[in-house]
Structures are given as C-alpha cells and as structure tokens.
C-alpha cells in the first residue's frame, strides 16, 4: 500500500483525503477526509480574477493541510485545482502560494479531465450493485462548474459547463452588493433559463438521457439528502449511497428558494459556508433530474477527491 495524500481546490471548497492506497487495484483506505469551506472563486465570473481575501483564505487551509499531510506521513501528494482558478487571469499567484505551503504545484485541470476523476471516484464501488443499471450519469455540481459524465464502467462522454452553486448565486441572486433574501420570482427565472441554456449544451455532447442511474456528487446534493432525511447533524454514512426522489428535490429547492438565510442557517446539517449558494445549487439539481427525467438520485461522498487520491496510487 502506498499512503497518498489528494487535494481538491474548487471555486467554494477545499479538500483533503489522505488514504492507503493500493497501486495494483487502485482501492482506497480512508485515514483522513476534510472540507473547508474557502469561496476562492469570490468575486471571479465579475471580475475575472482571484480576489487577495480568497487567496488568503485559501492559503490558511493550505498551511493547515500541510500539517495533517506530515502528521500521517503521506509519500505522494496530487493537488488539483478546478474551475475558479482556470477562469482567473492572476491564478499565477495562486500556483506560487500552494508551491511554497505544499511544496508541489496544483494542476489547474481540464473539465474534462476533472469529469474523468469524478466518474471514477463516484462509481468505483456502484460495480457490483445490480439493482443500479448502467450506463451512469455523474453530475459533479461544484461552485463554478457542474460537470456531467456519462459510462457504463468507462467514461463514454463527459462536457463540463458554467452552472455551479457559487456562479449562479453571484450571477442571478445578487442585489446592491448582497444576496437577495429570499429572490425574487425573475431572479430565479433568470437562473433557471440560464442553467437551462448551459443543460442544452452539456446535451450536445453527453447523452443525458441514455443514462440509467443518476449519480450526484458535491455539497450541494449532499445537504439536499441530509435535508430529505432530517439528520440532526451532518451525517456522511447515512448519506453515502442515499436516494432521494425527484419530488423531495423538488420540494427542498422551493422552500430554500423561498427561506430566509437565517431560516436556512438553522437547517442542522447545513454548514455555514453554504447557507447563502444553496439554493442554486438544489435548483441546478432539479433541473438536471427534470431534463433527463429521473425518479431518484443516488448520493455519494466518494468523487472527485477519489478519482485523484487512485491517480497517484
């Protein structure tokens, strides 16, 4: 086994996972999995660049992964940064920054290439459930992109596009500088067209509608299953490999379109840093289930961070 260590870097969240990993079979032993919620893509769909105070923010979690990775003596580390930092122009600043806390360079990845780790850290374990037919669609809804891969046990199609929760939060939900609470009726039509518009695009190249199971991942699928289920607390076992119907989506996307963030805030398993994109991620979410016609989405914790940890096994 070799002890391999994997950073994700999204436009809202950062995340470790160290694990053991197997270099023949690529199987994982989880040691260490966290999230911190950072924003690093603040600000970018308006101005194109990474603002000093995410950079910061990001940094500060960078130095404190550094030391969970030397606490358990990691030999490999792989750290991929996702769709903020392709958009920015300064993200030269951001690589310099994780080179000096890391001591290796992140690899702004391709859409596509980030559709691959998803798909494979998402179904990996779904192989020999035969009540979930194949093909699969992943859909990975991040803070600046959702990505969607289409495979049955190798990804067939995949197609990244702009329609993650943070994006469509700054692009549709924001008014003198802050989010409107709760929007308006136009706002969220506005987003809906939008997301709409980016969904007629994934279609032209992945064949959404082949797929069988639908597979969700990230944060803003999670916390729409922790809600369905009441959990009193963030609960990652009792989310992983949840389901959660087309109707319950449907009906947690209009109350959290409709709540107030302090109604919102007090949802016990929403972490903080999602209370003000949460909406637009669930609505993302809907409107992927309502294209594509799905009863169900089935959730996973294991995805992106994954596919990366198996990549340097």
């Known amino acids: ?3 391999v260590a994997a950073v994700d870097c999204g436009t809202n969240s950062i995340r470790l996972l160290v694990a053991d990993a197997d270099p023949a079979t690529g199987e994982l032993v989880e040691l260490d999995r966290r999230m911190t919620i950072v924003r690093l893509g603040q600000g970018v769909d308006r101005t194109g660049r990474l603002a000093p105070e995410a950079l910061q923010r990001t940094f500060a979690a ?11 003596g990691a030999q490999r580390l792989r750290f991929v940064a996702t769709s903020a930092s ?12 994780v080179l000096d806390i890391l001591g290796v360079e992140p690899e702004v990845i391709s859409g596509d290439q980030e559709a691959e780790f998803s798909f494979t850290g998402a179904t990996k374990e779904l192989a020999g459930r035969d009540h979930l037919a194949k093909p699969y669609l992943v859909v990975d809804i991040g803070g600046g992109s959702t990505e969607f891969v289409v495979g049955d046990d190798h990804v067939r199609a995949a197609r990244s596009v702009d ?14 500088g802050a ?9 969220i039509a506005a987003m809906r067209a939008d997301i709409d ?27 729409v299953s922790a809600i369905a289920q009441e959990l009193p607390e963030y609960d990652s076992a009792a989310i992983h490999h949840s389901r959660v119907s087309r109707e319950k989506v449907r009906e947690i996307t209009d109350w959290l379109l409709r709540s107030t963030h302090a109604e919102r805030a007090a949802v016990p398993s929403m972490h ?32 992106i961070l994954d596919g990366i940890a198996g990549s340097v096994a």
């Open 179 to 187: 989010v409107t609470d709760p929007p308006t009726e136009e706002q």
């Open 197 to 223: 518009a980016a969904l007629d695009l994934a279609g032209e190249t992945v064949p959404l509608r082949e797929a069988r199971t639908l597979v969700g991942l990230a944060g803003s699928v999670t916390t």
């Open 62 to 72: 960078c130095r404190e992964y550094a030391g969970i990775i030397k606490e358990h």
């Open 1 to 3: 086994m070799t002890r």
């Open 86 to 97: 392709r958009d920015a122009e300064n993200r030269d600043e951001f690589v310099r920054g």
């Open 163 to 176: 329609i993650g929760c943070v994006r469509m939060t700054e692009r549709h939900l924001i008014r003198d």
């Open 272 to 303: 903080p840093g999602r209370v003000d994109v949460i909406g637009a991620g669930a609505l993302v979410l809907l409107s992927i289930m309502e294209r594509i016609g799905a009863e169900e989405v089935v959730v996973s914790e294991h995805d």
